[in-house]
């Protein structure tokens, strides 16, 4: 069992940028890769970006690519996502997600365990 604890969400006008942290803890030890989803209001949850248990590959959403960076610093048990040149619609609750596989998963159905999720709302 992997718990998942998410940080850094806020309000940040058109622009600007947030990094959010995801801090795993519990059965740590084992290989996982970790993803970010978020939850616009009355929308589907989507994939925004993901990473594999090495840090060696990454994947993002057409939407976010070029402007948002996934990282993990495996000794911190700990991924981030770096959010640069945020729009109005990259508002959302951002969740993070992990999964008992060291490869990239690309859909929500893939991961196995999820955080609580942040808000990340961006002014115009």
């Known amino acids: 069992q992997v718990q998942l604890v998410e940080s850094g969400g806020g309000l940040v006008q058109a622009g600007g940028s947030l990094r959010l942290s995801c801090t795993a803890s519990?059965?740590?030890?084992?290989?996982?890769?970790m993803g970010w989803f978020r939850q616009a209001p009355g929308k589907e949850r989507e994939f925004v970006a993901a990473?594999?248990?090495?840090?060696?590959?990454?994947y993002y959403a057409d939407s976010v690519k070029g402007r948002f960076t996934i990282s993990r610093e495996r000794a911190k048990a700990t991924a981030y996502l770096q959010m640069n040149s945020l729009k109005p619609e990259d508002t959302a609750v951002y969740y993070c997600?992990?999964?008992?596989?060291?490869?990239?998963?690309?859909?929500?159905?893939?991961?196995?365990?999820w955080g609580q999720g942040t808000q990340v709302t961006v002014s115009s």
């Open positions: 997600a992990a999964r008992n596989s060291f490869r990239i998963g690309y859909t929500k159905d893939a991961y196995d365990y």
């Open positions: 519990g059965r740590t030890s084992s290989s996982y890769a």
């Open positions: 990473i594999s248990w090495s840090g060696g590959n990454t």
